[in-house]
């Protein structure tokens, strides 16, 4: 069965908290749906004069039941309830299933999100990542005995 992706547009011109949204909302949506199925979730932010949505989210679930049972349920009547807390408008809601994914690497440890709570999480895993590789190098080098971890160039 292939995924089922909600997206959810929030029209331009409608208030909208993203700092809420971000912080609270997300959140709320990852413990309620996450046992439903919710496999992730990306979020644009549009502010072009021509466009008709300020955001929209997408969200996959395992497949189409997974999202039907997650919005029926007292979990998703919750996460519905809370969205007049970040805007003053109604959203657009559209279901459909992948037909076609494909995703382009350009280098493993390449900052690719934007969100300010992940930039600060992205910077830890590289500079563990750093750590990693650099204690891994030490262990094929005759210099490990001089160089404690300490003194890693990070």
Same mark, same amino acid.
């Given at each position: 069965m292939a995924p089922t992706i909600i997206s959810v547009r929030y029209p331009m011109g409608s208030k909208f908290n993203m700092d809420y949204y971000l912080s609270v909302h997300l959140p +709320? %949506? @990852?413990?309620?749906? $996450? =046992?439903?199925g919710l @496999? $992730?979730?990306?979020?644009?932010?549009?502010?072009g004069s021509e466009d008709p949505w300020c955001v929209v989210g997408w969200f996959e679930f395992e497949g189409p039941d997974h999202?039907? @049972?997650?919005? #029926? #349920?007292d979990e998703g009547k919750e996460v519905f309830g809370d969205i007049p807390n970040f805007t003053d408008k109604g959203a657009t809601t559209l279901t459909g299933s992948?037909? +076609?994914e494909t995703r382009v690497v350009?280098?493993?440890a390449e900052e690719v999100l934007v969100a300010e709570p992940e930039r600060a999480r992205v910077r830890k895993q590289r500079q563990q990542w750093k750590q990693h590789v650099f204690v891994h190098a030490l262990r094929d080098? #005759?210099?490990r005995?001089? %160089? #404690?971890?300490?003194?890693? =160039?990070l």
């Open positions: +709320l %949506i @990852k413990k309620n749906w $996450g =046992p439903f @496999k $992730g979730w990306k979020v644009a932010e549009y502010s999202w039907a @049972k997650a919005a #029926s #349920s992948v037909v +076609l350009v280098a493993a080098s #005759s210099q005995s001089q %160089i #404690s971890r300490a003194q890693a =160039p």
